[in-house]
């Protein structure tokens, strides 16, 4: 089994099992339940750059939301060895050397990890479309097919927090606010963690989704379908 992760998969191969079991996980998903029923991963990805066609993952982090707690004794963490170990200004910023990464295991190894760790869970991030799209590539290449995991973009959900503070709900959006992580946080009191860690940012964009979360349930919305449609802030990916 090892060996097999480890290979490539052809575009003609059948999904690995992974992939077959996540599909019918969320075959039938149900978005009317109320939100403390479902669980939720708050991932973040480190990248050498932003270029799905060139950049690479170097690593991923991730915490897990039960009962809208965050789970400290579940989490996630894991640098991964990419094709190019020497430093980049990616991963200057992200203050990973390249000894670090040359002694990684490689995504072949740690995205099936992932995908377990993930299992039947809601994905939380913040701009989870970039995350939820390096890891989609890799999935396809490694695992023959992409995640079916619903996600949620606390981007999304705090522009439409902005919105209904302003009582414009159907307006234009104000693009002159910084709805970067950090100024976020910062904006609401929440606590501080180290940037450009993949596990920190995730346990910060954990604090900012549940906040989020707890004013979106004082305006009435209790439900996962009552969030989508608030604030449009997620979709269900093909």
């Known amino acids: 089994m090892m060996l097999d992760l480890l290979k490539p998969r052809s575009w003609f191969a059948p999904p690995h099992p992974l992939i077959t079991k996540n599909r019918e996980i969320f075959a039938h998903f149900d ?6 029923d479902y669980t939720f991963v708050v991932c973040d990805t ?5 270029d799905l066609k060139r950049d690479e993952i170097i690593s991923i982090g991730a915490i897990v939301i039960r009962d809208l707690q965050i789970d400290l004794g579940a989490t996630f963490h894991q640098y991964i060895r990419p094709k190019n ?3 980049t200004q990616a991963t200057l910023i992200h203050r990973i050397t390249p000894q670090q990464l040359a002694e990684a295991p490689p995504l072949e190894e740690v995205l099936p990890a992932f ?4 299992g039947n869970s809601l994905m939380v991030g913040h701009c989870v479309a970039l995350d939820m799209g390096f890891l989609n ?8 097919g992409t995640l079916s995991n619903p996600g949620i973009d606390t ?7 902005r919105r209904a503070l302003s009582g414009h709900f159907h307006g234009e959006e104000d693009w002159s606010h910084n709805y970067s992580l950090g100024a976020l946080s910062k904006e609401y009191n929440l606590p501080a963690f180290k940037p450009h860690d993949a596990l920190e940012d995730a346990m910060q964009t954990a604090y900012l989704f549940l906040f989020l979360l707890k004013k979106f349930r004082k305006g009435g919305l209790l439900t996962l379908k009552d ?6 802030v997620g979709s269900l990916w093909s």
């Open 155 to 161: 981007i999304r959900m705090a522009r439409g927090y």
């Open 115 to 118: 995908v377990e760790f993930a």
């Open 31 to 36: 978005q009317s339940r109320p939100l403390t």
């Open 85 to 87: 170990t020497t430093h």
């Open 137 to 144: 590539k890799a999935a396809r290449k490694i695992l023959g």
């Open 227 to 232: 969030i989508y449609q608030a604030g449009r």
């Open 46 to 50: 480190e990248l050498t750059g932003f």
